[in-house]
């Protein structure tokens, strides 16, 4: 069957049409002017409006305060040249916030020169290979400090022994020096401990979970001499999940304490429960996970700590010894677990992940 250059022309453009909706991949076209003039699905969906919403809107409402500027797009349709962007964070109003890979390029259409704009949604990959990294580091930072530790501790055992040998050979007075140098002895040794963390193997049982945080909140009702309200928000349908009991309840008794020792008294803990599906943990994908989330509206996190919150010895606290948020870390790690941070002024929250079999 013979076609007409119009009937070829009319299916080539049809087929154009019909690959760009069925792409994965988000596709703007800017007109000459540089409005836009088509969207494919996937881009509605990733900006949540539709072609219909948007069509003449100019390019700016989307890609404004980014890299994409008039000049650059301007010397695209004058050239030819195409041009890629990584890690431009996307804001297309407030409570829509994400960062894309953009590629633009030129196409003509009835001969007319657009600019096609093809961008991909980075923020999984971005954040897995961030949380990769972290746990690297977090993983070198607690070898180096076992190492040190180990160093430290043994030549502290020498000390204290020659300090009680010598203690039997000194009279009554001068036996008060022996006894600080035993003392400080002691104290070291006891920082070195904490230093070294938890070396026992978790002892897996099946676990309500939430038996196990109401444990943490009865130890901190008793114990706290401030007077914070701590809120529950459990989902009950979550089921037993294999865990060492006291582990998890010092893990998150450590992230309970440092919150009130951040918040004032009429600031409020919340402890909150979840079924997290697809999670991503270590980079490895979880299919279900329980998440837990202790979250306080104190003052927040220093931004310049939080990248290394979870290494020893790091404190946003002057009298801290950064090793409680250190040895949670350790202990949700022995359950193949992950912990992770999210705070900013009025908001802070922890989250730990722990798989379900």
Same mark, same amino acid.
């Given at each position: 069957?013979?076609?007409?250059?119009?009937?070829?022309?009319?299916?080539?453009?049809?087929?154009?049409?019909?690959?760009?909706?069925?792409?994965?991949?988000?596709? $703007?076209?800017?007109?000459?002017?540089?409005?836009?003039?088509?969207?494919?699905?996937?881009a509605?969906?990733?900006?949540?409006?539709?072609?219909?919403?948007?069509?003449?809107?100019?390019?700016?409402l989307?890609?404004?305060?980014?890299?994409?500027?008039?000049?650059?797009?301007?010397?695209?349709?004058?050239?030819?040249?195409?041009?890629?962007?990584?890690?431009?964070?996307?804001e297309?109003?407030?409570?829509?916030?994400?960062?894309?890979?953009?590629?633009?390029?030129?196409?003509?259409?009835?001969?007319?020169?657009?600019?096609?704009?093809?961008?991909?949604?980075?923020?999984?990959?971005?954040?897995?290979?961030?949380?990769?990294?972290?746990?690297?580091?977090?993983?070198?930072?607690?070898?180096?400090?076992?190492g040190?530790?180990?160093?430290?501790?043994?030549?502290?055992?020498?000390?204290?022994?020659?300090?009680?040998? $010598?203690?039997?050979?000194?009279?009554?007075?001068?036996?008060?020096?022996?006894?600080?140098?035993?003392?400080?002895?002691?104290?070291?040794?006891?920082?070195v401990?904490?230093?070294?963390?938890?070396n026992?193997?978790?002892?897996?049982?099946?676990?309500?979970?939430?038996?196990?945080?109401?444990?943490?909140?009865?130890?901190?009702?008793?114990?706290?001499?401030?007077?914070?309200?701590?809120?529950?928000?459990?989902?009950?349908?979550i089921?037993?999940?294999?865990?060492?009991?006291?582990?998890?309840q010092?893990?998150?008794?450590?992230?309970?304490?440092?919150?009130i020792?951040?918040?004032?008294?009429?600031?409020k803990?919340?402890?909150?429960?979840?079924?997290?599906?697809?999670?991503?943990?270590?980079?490895?994908?979880?299919?279900?996970?329980?998440?837990?989330?202790?979250?306080?509206?104190?003052?927040?996190?220093?931004?310049?700590?939080?990248?290394?919150?979870?290494?020893?010895?790091?404190?946003?606290?002057?009298?801290?010894?950064?090793?409680?948020?250190?040895?949670?870390?350790?202990?949700?790690?022995?359950?193949?677990?992950?912990?992770?941070?999210?705070?900013?002024?009025?908001?802070?929250?922890?989250?730990?992940?722990?798989?379900?079999?």
């Amino acid at each position: 069957m013979l076609h007409t250059r119009q009937d070829i022309q009319r299916l080539k453009l049809s087929y154009q049409q019909t690959l760009a909706n069925q792409l994965v991949t988000a596709v $703007l076209i800017l007109d000459q002017k540089l409005n836009i003039c088509y969207l494919n699905p996937a881009a509605e969906a990733l900006l949540i409006k539709s072609l219909y919403k948007l069509y003449g809107s100019p390019f700016d409402l989307i890609f404004a305060n980014t890299s994409i500027t008039k000049s650059r797009l301007e010397q695209l349709l004058t050239t030819g040249q195409e041009f890629t962007d990584s890690e431009i964070v996307i804001e297309f109003n407030k409570n829509h916030r994400f960062t894309a890979e953009v590629t633009a390029s030129s196409v003509e259409f009835y001969r007319i020169p657009h600019i096609l704009i093809e961008f991909k949604q980075i923020d999984q990959q971005k954040q897995i290979s961030l949380e990769i990294f972290q746990h690297q580091q977090w993983i070198a930072a607690r070898d180096l400090i076992k190492g040190l530790a180990h160093e430290i501790k043994n030549p502290l055992g020498g000390l204290r022994g020659a300090a009680q040998l $010598l203690n039997k050979e000194l009279d009554e007075e001068q036996q008060e020096y022996t006894a600080m140098i035993i003392e400080q002895a002691d104290r070291l040794t006891n920082l070195v401990d904490r230093l070294l963390g938890p070396n026992q193997l978790p002892q897996v049982k099946s676990y309500n979970i939430h038996s196990v945080l109401e444990k943490v909140c009865q130890v901190v009702n008793f114990s706290s001499e401030q007077e914070i309200e701590l809120k529950r928000d459990y989902d009950p349908s979550i089921p037993n999940i294999e865990c060492d009991q006291e582990k998890i309840q010092q893990a998150v008794l450590n992230i309970v304490n440092n919150a009130i020792q951040a918040i004032k008294s009429d600031n409020k803990i919340t402890i909150k429960t979840r079924i997290a599906s697809n999670a991503t943990i270590n980079g490895k994908q979880i299919k279900l996970a329980v998440k837990i989330s202790i979250i306080d509206d104190g003052p927040g996190i220093p931004e310049k700590i939080q990248d290394t919150l979870f290494y020893p010895m790091v404190s946003g606290r002057s009298n801290g010894t950064g090793l409680g948020l250190s040895i949670s870390q350790t202990l949700i790690n022995q359950h193949q677990g992950k912990l992770s941070c999210q705070s900013r002024p009025g908001h802070t929250e922890f989250i730990i992940l722990l798989p379900l079999s």
